[in-house]
């Protein structure tokens, strides 16, 4: 290239490099994340129902950012026509996801490329492909690919292949919904005829044929005569030697009705050795007592564990659950001996926690073993029986017209588990049964995924027998189908790879139906008894992760409630219907790659003009080993079974390694690429590599594959400045590039909760990146001024977007990222002749954002306390308290620990609520919360002589109030009056309410009236 191309290569290059996005100009976050809330409760995107995965994220919040991502920053005149554009239904339908984006802006798109190396569960990919753009989906592990295949790649594949089918057969398989979204009709007539895509149909026939079969199976249908069994564990008393069950909950149903009263109530008693049920709409209708459907009663609960009812003039107690894992007791039900013995050197004894293992911990073991040496036929039946905890059966539940009835389950109800015991012995050895290993060290965040201490060490031990049984009978079904489908389409006289691809497509749907039966239908899935009656099993990750659960669902195959066979087909019917409607306006093409986003050999020579993608976050969640649960049953059911092992069929690159050999369990070969940071697999694997440094490799590496002048745009979830520095360190420090947007955003996650309303705030982001121009070194001794005024100038520009919606956090959370963008652009930065790594550039943010904070303001303090409380002020949630994550923002801010702001006087440490797990340090910001003389009377007496400056301000407040003496130096009371004006002055730019009490005050002691 000669001297004039390289000049206009450098020209063009320049020009490409400072086009901004619309990302970077600012788009309305708070408009987006309005919109995104709404998937969180029952606005979710429908394919989410197919099965759970973690931290999904929303579809409407996704959309916004792919296209600001890549549109340039004038692509729009006014916000309002991107959110037009972005969501043509807005304003008639809250769930903007619903509808596909317009055309226009599917055509400004057109031929761009996206690639999401962390793709999860596809939200990303999903809303990039129907805006036109082409996205590659890269998944770590094989549970997450397979899911991915069948949201993004199936529909497409099969996009033109409608079938025609009568309405009769319309109804009887469920598929009205289909057939009236895809003619266009609204309603379904028996003699019509409907065409609708044709893999959707296959999925409710062989999903019904599946069914039948199973109906006809003569061991399967002997095993049950109800729709739902409650089972939990029986243990033996080490006092009486009877084996007493082990009740988590008595209660059946507390369902609240619509008006006041309840719609349901029923429970569990123990009479005479005896389960009993109490069932009051029954009662009520037996004494005629009027409108037995919401009964008047007044309910009180200690939790899930017991309470009373009063109703009809009669007054019942609700017994309290008689096993409690956590303090490690139970209670025998017959001889009422407390159960919390311990084994010592083999025996049972009286004797404290450190002395050993809990009896009944130790007795689920020694069943966990049994149940295995039974069914590989070491021990006899009766041998099995006599272990010393057991499974056995509480309640039998029936469905009829959409309500639930109760019965004490039976001696021979039990026997059905002992039968199914037998009949799983007979099969031992058949590959279907999922003996794979569980991992078995701690994991960091959820002490419940060591649910392998109570002797679940394998994952078919999460069943009953018959769970077990009827789980491994669907198994074999799907298969069969698998190869049925095939092989009618070959005499249809399909070409034999697509043939084989369809029947793929077919068995995976059907077999992430399993998957979500396998969810509601084992021991680890809890009874719920206050939801509606059709969900009273919850699935076994509620709880975001496995825990031992007592009373537990055992679902009939054949039953129609939320969970079973039947529901979850039509669940995935739905799904189905969704994502096929989310390829009908564009033609983005979606590939999903099953990856490690460090290696990512097979994308070699590709470019991509975006990167958007959404990392775990640190030991947020266990990946690998928590969706194992999933991939032992996906394995199986999507490959063949020969000679007692697992032959390679469908999808084989997800279950079996490059030398054919099957990969047993997903964190065996997975969990150690996982980018996360956990301390139980940094020993078990014997290696340990930091969260950091796994995200820094791996963002080094995708980055190869990004256009020069791409933005990458993480998601991220950074509560504390520290959880930043993480990020930062992966890409401005290791990998050369510079922050130039970011914004808060509405994730999947909790709200915390102490800043409820606020700090949704303060959770999720999402953060755009470029690549540094050059070496451009700071040095913040130098540079400081020009620093406060860069941070300032960007503060302005960001808060215009927030259009008067400002909330103290958020201004706050733009000042600090207009301080993170200003110092992100350079490299290396120094201060005090030293190097900042990402954690000293992360403090030196926080530093610059509130000084410039205060200084746009035109506030001058120099009191370290006065400093303090206005950060403070400013940081504290709506009711007024900040966590300890927000804390650690003001403790960088000002340079004070928070110790030192509790010996000011400026916040007490206060208890909250909320379960045991979520507890939390809160503090309440010491402020007068009203303009009264006893408010202000009461935040002065805590905080009195504590701080100079505050105290003084108390008594000026008062002194406007009451007209007491004010005792202070000048000087103080110089300073004083200046905390006064910076109140006021953060209350005009939006920090602090308009009604503050503080401020309210603060205007009274400066003499001002309100509109000064
Ligand atoms: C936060 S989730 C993504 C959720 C997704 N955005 C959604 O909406 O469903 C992060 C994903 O990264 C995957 N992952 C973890 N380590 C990985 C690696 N080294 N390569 C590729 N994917 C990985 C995890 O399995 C997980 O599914
Ligand atoms: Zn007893």
Same mark, same amino acid.
């Given at each position: 290239m ?24 600012g ?16 606005g ?13 994220k ?7 950012i792919?296209?600001?991502?890549l ?7 006014s ?18 996801h ?9 055509e ?12 999860g ?10 805006l ?10 094989p ?12 529909p497409?594949l ?27 009709k ?7 005829r ?22 006809? #199976? ?6 049950y005569?109800?729709d ?9 008393c ?7 069950p082990?009740?988590g ?32 709409n029954?009662?009520c209708?037996?004494q005629?007592?009027?409108?037995c ?9 200690r ?10 003039n009669?007054?019942?107690?609700v ?16 001889c ?9 050197n ?38 099995l ?7 056995t ?14 019965k ?17 012995r ?23 995924i ?11 031990k999460?069943f ?20 049925m ?5 070959l ?6 790879e697509d ?21 509601f ?5 809890p009874?719920?008894? #206050? ?6 099993i919850?699935g ?8 031992v659960?007592?009373n ?7 039953t129609?409630?939320?969970g ?5 087909i039509?669940?995935t ?13 564009s ?8 990856d ?6 097979r ?7 975006v ?12 990946y690998s080993?928590?969706s ?9 059911a999507?490959? #063949? ?11 084989p690159e997800?279950?079996?390694?490059e ?8 964190w065996?070969r997975?969990?150690?690429?996982e ?11 014997g ?18 594959f ?45 709200e ?9 705030i ?6 755009a990146w470029?690549?540094r ?5 700071? #040095? ?9 005024r860069?941070v ?21 959370v733009y000042s ?8 992100t ?15 000293g ?7 610059l ?7 746009s ?28 994550d ?27 609520g ?43 407040q ?6 007491s ?17 910076a109140?006021?002055?953060l ?5 602090l ?14 003499g ?5």
């Open positions: 000669g001297l004039v191309g390289s000049v206009i290569l450098l020209i063009v290059l320049w020009l490409v490099v400072l086009m901004p996005t619309l990302l970077e100009r788009i309305p976050i708070d408009v987006i994340n309005d919109y995104s809330s709404v998937e969180k409760g029952p979710r995107p429908p394919h989410w129902e197919m099965v759970f995965w973690w931290t999904r929303p579809l409407a919040g996704a959309r916004a792919i296209a600001a991502s549109l340039p920053d004038n692509a729009y005149q916000m309002e026509q991107f959110l037009n554009d972005l969501f043509p239904c807005r304003g008639e339908k809250r769930t903007v619903s509808c596909n984006p317009s055309q226009r802006l599917i400004k798109l057109r031929g761009k490329r996206l690639l999401d190396p962390f793709a569960f596809g939200s990303i990919p999903l809303e990039a492909s129907r036109g753009v082409d996205a590659v989906a890269v998944e770590l592990l549970t997450a690919y397979v899911f991915l295949k069948a949201i993004l790649e199936y497409r099969f996009r033109d292949k409608f079938i025609e089918v009568d309405g009769k057969t319309i109804k009887e398989l469920g598929l009205e919904d289909v057939a009236k979204q895809f003619s266009g609204r309603e379904v007539s028996e003699s019509g409907y065409k609708v895509p044709m893999l959707i149909y296959d999925v409710a026939r062989w999903g019904s044929w599946i069914i039948n079969r199973l109906r006809e #199976d003569p061991v399967i249908k002997e095993l005569d109800a739902i069994y409650i089972g939990t564990w029986e243990v033996k080490p006092v009486c030697g009877r084996y007493t082990l009740v909950n008595w209660w059946l149903a507390r369902v609240k009705s619509g008006n006041r009263g309840y719609e349901r109530l029923a429970w569990m008693e123990w009479q005479n050795g005896e389960i009993k049920v109490i069932d009051l029954e009662q209708k037996q005629r007592l009027g409108n459907d919401n009964l008047s009663a007044e309910v009180t609960t939790g899930e564990e017991g309470g009373s009812v009063r109703w009809a009669q007054k019942f107690v017994p309290i659950k008689n096993v409690d894992a956590k303090r490690e007791t139970a209670q025998c039900l017959y009422r001996a407390e159960i919390n013995h311990r084994i010592v083999g025996k049972v004894v009286k004797g404290n926690k450190k002395d050993g293992d809990w009896y009944v911990k130790w007795a689920l073991r020694r069943w966990s073993e049994n149940y295995e040496k039974y069914l590989r036929d070491e021990i006899t039946l009766d041998e029986r006599q272990s010393p905890a057991r499974p059966l509480l309640v039998k539940v029936y469905v009829k017209d959409g309500d639930l009835q109760f004490p389950a039976t001696q021979q109800d039990t026997e059905k588990l002992w039968k199914a015991a037998e009949e799983l007979k099969m031992w050895g058949d590959p279907d049964i999922p003996i794979e290993e569980l991992w078995n060290y701690h994991m960091g965040t959820a002490g419940q060591s649910i392998w201490i109570w002797g679940y060490n394998k994952f078919f999460f009953n027998p018959r769970q077990l049984l009827t789980l491994v009978k669907l198994v074999k079904l799907i298969r069969q189908v698998g190869h489908v095939e092989e009618e389409k005499k249809e006289g399909w070409n034999s043939a084989r691809k369809y029947a793929e497509a077919v068995t995976t749907y059907l077999t992430i139906a399993l998957i979500r039966f396998v969810i239908n084992s021991v680890a899935s009874i719920r008894p #206050d939801t509606i009656m059709g969900a009273i919850a076994s990750m509620t709880f975001r992760g496995l825990a659960v007592w537990y669902g055992d679902m009939s195959p054949y129609n409630i939320t079973s066979w039947l529901k979850n039509k669940t019917i739905n799904s189905l219907g969704y994502v096929f409607l989310t390829i009908f306006d033609n983005g093409n979606a590939k999903v790659l099953l490690d986003a460090s290696e990512l050999s994308l070699e020579g590709e470019r991509f003009d990167i958007v993608t959404d990392p775990p976050y640190a030991d947020d969640v266990a080993e928590l194992d649960f999933y991939y032992v049953w996906l394995k199986r999507l490959s #063949d079974a020969e000679n007692n092992e697992l032959k390679p069929r469908f999808l997800a279950f079996f390694d030398f054919g050999l099957e990969i047993p369990t997903q065996q997975f969990a150690p690429k980018v996360s940071e956990n301390e139980g697999r940094w020993e078990h694997f290696l340990k590599v930091t969260f950091a440094e796994l995200l820094t490799r791996a963002f080094a590496n995708v980055l190869r990004l256009k020069e002048d791409g933005l990458l745009v993480a998601y991220y979830v950074a509560k504390k400045p520290e959880t930043w520095a993480a990020l930062v360190d992966a890409l401005w420090r290791e990998n050369g590039l510079e922050l130039v947007a970011a914004y808060p955003v509405e994730t999947e996650s909790e915390s909760i102490v800043a409820k309303g606020k700090a949704s303060l959770g999720g982001y999402v953060s470029r690549r121009v050059g070496e451009r070194p700071l #040095d913040l001794d130098v540079a400081r001024e020009e620093a406060f860069e300032a100038s960007r503060l302005e520009a960001r808060l215009k977007v927030l259009r008067g919606r400002k909330g103290g956090a958020t201004t706050w600090y990222l207009a301080a993170l963008e200003y110092l652009a350079h490299y290396p930065v120094r201060l005090g002749g030293v190097e900042l790594g990402s954690d550039l992360m403090r030196q943010a926080v530093v954002a509130f000084e410039a904070l205060l200084r303001s035109g506030i001058k303090l120099t009191d370290r306390g006065a400093h303090a409380y206005l950060a403070l002020r400013i940081m504290e949630s709506k009711s007024g308290r900040v966590d300890s927000t804390l650690s923002y003001v403790e960088k801010a000002v340079g004070l620990e928070h110790k030192d702001l509790i010996g000011l006087g400026l916040i007490t440490e206060v208890e909250t909320g379960p045991n797990v979520a507890k939390r340090k809160t503090f309440e910001v010491l402020a007068p919360r009203s303009d009264t003389v006893d408010e202000v009377k009461r935040v002065y007496s805590l905080q009195r002589g504590k701080s100079a400056v505050i105290d003084c301000l108390r008594q000026l008062l002194n406007a109030l009451i007209k003496v004010a005792k202070c130096t000048p000087e103080v009371r110089e300073e004083s009056l200046n905390l006064a004006r109140l006021i002055e209350s005009k730019s939006g920090l309410d308009e009604d503050d009490a503080d401020v309210k005050l603060s205007r009274l002691v400066l001002m009236e309100w509109w000064q």
